[in-house]
């Protein structure tokens, strides 16, 4: 059995702007690419802010490699931060600074005895595979949606996480710059071991290799499996969801 | 009417508390020995430093030499009606260097930079900057808060200074232009005047003013939620709780010495 990077155990939340909740009760194994798809207000946000450990359950828990948010938040142990990327909806590059200094930011702040050009090299590189490069100057108000959201990711891998959070990443993305946050991701995996949980509102060319996908509803799973299976077993009228 | 009273003194001391709660973890992250980020959190210290202090200079500087000009003046034709015209360092001291320099020095901070703080740490809340760096891996209260806080701290105490000095600069020029003081008795006037208890008085004030200010404005800033009309909102109550804040500090300072 290979080792579980996120779990869910009967975990109940409630969702925003609606009376029902979230149930979730699943785990993810280590180097999964799950994707987690529904309609507006099914519990995939809330769903990913569970698991970058930004809420606490209202019951249940939410593992994280191994750990328990609430037990390390009481702790106050930030650590586990740098091992899970996480980019959400509204993804908050820092308005003060530029782009490269947004991406920089991670490494100067946690690897202080890297070297200024090692680390300048290295957020230069993932801003250039991300097509990012002639941007670097310009701060987030200068950049469209699809921009700050590339950035924000590269910022979120900087720190080579094991576990990446991703919360409608290809929003405001055209269908070529899709493809290469596809491609930038799974270059990422084969380097290295990577646990994706990316949430989407319907299905994208970017979910099509996942190992996993999940059909939520009102905070409930609707269906769980490989691509092809969910798009089987699906209810009809969720089926558009699971491409 | 009771419960009424009841209900905002609690909420008044649960506001102190929580404005307690955050100067207390800027302290403890300012003498934390963790190394992680210091020389990123330097670099936020000097900006803060920079803007309030060093940016504020010239509007300080108009500010303390008008003033000075002004109690002079006002001194130094009225004294002598009273058979007090070697008063004028006195009145300078008292007026300047006791209470309106520190106070003056917090309204110019508090309108220049707390306005600022509240503003950008709002913002930084609807965008989801502030949880942005949590998620990194970076303590607010580290990155953002401390020195935001250090920075008003240090700026306010040497711009406190800074504005005592202009503004007695400034009551010279008066007295030697109006009332032909000269400047050896006019200095001489000022600092037979001027006690240690003063010098120590003002920088305890612009101590105390730079904390106040700073944890008020970044607690109003970090007070918004989800919606920019909130920022407007947090701003105007962190500048009058600031001024409020200010004149109950200099009560609590000046009151037990001067009495």
Redesign the interface.
């Known amino acids: 059995m290979s080792e579980t990077a996120i779990s869910f155990v009967q975990v109940r939340a409630p969702l925003a702007g609606s009376t029902s909740c979230l149930h979730l009760d699943l785990r993810i194994a280590a180097g999964q690419f799950v994707a987690l798809v529904g309609p507006s207000r099914s519990g995939k946000s809330l769903a990913i802010e569970l698991a970058a450990g930004l809420l606490p359950p209202q019951s249940g828990k939410v593992m994280v490699l191994g750990q328990d948010w609430s037990a390390l938040e009481e702790a106050g142990d930030g650590s586990m931060r740098l091992r899970v990327g996480t980019v959400l909806q509204q993804p908050g590059l820092l308005s003060n600074m530029t782009l490269f200094n947004n991406v920089l930011l991670p490494l100067r702040y946690h690897r202080g005895a890297m070297p200024d050009p090692q680390r300048e090299q290295a957020a230069m590189a993932q801003l250039e595979r991300l097509g990012l490069a002639s941007l670097r100057d310009r701060f987030p108000a200068e950049l469209n949606h699809g921009e700050i959201r590339r950035g924000a990711i590269a910022r979120s891998l900087m720190l080579e996480p094991d576990v990446l959070l991703l919360d409608d990443p290809v929003a405001g993305l055209d269908a070529d710059m899709v493809l290469v946050l596809k491609q930038y991701v799974d270059a990422r995996r084969q380097q290295q071991p990577l646990t994706v949980v990316a949430a989407l509102r319907s299905f994208s060319p970017f979910i099509e290799g996942a190992d996993r996908l999940i059909v939520l509803q009102d905070g409930r799973v609707e269906a769980d499996g490989s691509v092809e299976s969910v798009g089987r077993t699906v209810p009809p009228a969720l089926r558009r969801y699971a491409g | 009417m009771i419960e009424w009273v009841g209900r905002k003194t609690v909420a008044g001391y649960a506001y102190l508390a929580a404005l307690a709660t955050l100067f207390i973890q800027a302290v403890l992250d300012l003498i934390s020995p963790a ?6 959190t330097l670099r936020v210290l000097i900006r803060q430093i920079l803007f309030t202090g060093v940016d504020a200079l010239p509007v300080t500087s108009v500010i303390a030499l008008l003033l000075g000009i002004i109690i002079v003046t006002q001194a130094g034709t009225q004294l002598p009606k009273l058979g007090a015209g070697g008063l004028v360092g006195s009145i300078i001291v008292v007026t300047v260097i006791r209470e309106l320099g520190p106070l003056i020095t917090a309204f110019i901070v508090v309108g220049r930079s707390g306005t600022a703080i509240a503003t ?1 740490l709002g ?2 809340s609807v ?13 607010i209260s580290q ?1 953002v808060i401390m020195p935001r806080m250090v920075g008003m701290v240090l700026s306010m105490l040497c711009l406190t200074f800074y504005f005592d000095v202009v503004a007695v600069f400034g009551g010279y020029l008066v007295a030697d232009a109006q009332l032909t003081i000269p400047f050896s008795a006019f200095v001489d006037s000022v600092t037979r005047a001027l006690s240690t208890t003063d010098l120590l008085m003002t920088a305890i004030k612009g101590l105390g003013f730079g904390s106040a200010v700073a944890a008020v404005c970044c607690y109003h800033g970090l007070a918004v939620r989800s919606s920019y009309t909130e920022v407007p909102q947090q701003t105007t109550r962190a500048v009058i709780n600031s001024f409020v804040l200010c004149l109950l500090v200099d009560v609590v300072v000046t009151v037990p010495l001067y009495l």
Do not use: H, K, S
């Open positions: 190394r992680q980020g210091r020389r990123e950008e913002n930084m965008t989801r900057e502030v949880v942005a760096l949590r998620l990194m891996g970076i303590p990155f």
